[in-house]
């Protein structure tokens, strides 16, 4: 297994077995905490090999700078086949409707498939005029 691509940003898409991604970034600036970040996406895409066909689960867990969970974790589950002998892609979007963000910070995206964590992704939280 081999995770490709796990982002977030602020939309994307998968057209004729495209992803399309929109505005990856990793900072955010807030004038005042708490605040509200009204929307934004989860893209992730992961190459699978021959030999790990099957079910797997998908798990992205949202942390504060203190491992706290912000929310829910998000969970999608399919089934990997390889008809071509070489290797099969999964592509999901979790489209996020808002999250609220106590204070500035280094907070997670923590991805999750079966048992393992292959990558996390930062978000800066920054008070706005701070570098």
């Not at 892609?89 to 997670?108: D, S």
Request: aromatic content about 10%.
């Amino acid at each position: 297994m081999n995770v490709e691509i796990f982002t977030l940003c602020d939309a994307a898409t998968v057209s004729g077995g495209k992803l399309n991604i929109l505005g990856s970034f990793d900072t955010i600036a807030a004038v005042a905490f708490p605040c509200q970040h009204p929307l934004c996406a989860i893209a992730i895409r992961i190459r699978f090999d021959l030999g790990e066909e099957g079910d797997h689960k998908f798990q992205v867990h949202f942390c504060d700078p203190d491992m706290r969970a912000v929310m829910k974790p998000m969970i999608q589950q399919a089934s990997v086949q390889i008809p071509n002998e070489r290797s099969q892609t999964v592509t999901h979007i979790w489209n996020l409707l808002g999250f609220e963000l106590k204070g500035a910070g280094e907070y997670y995206f923590e991805l999750k498939v079966d048992r393992e964590t292959p990558c996390r992704l930062p978000l800066y939280v920054l008070q706005a005029g701070q570098q």
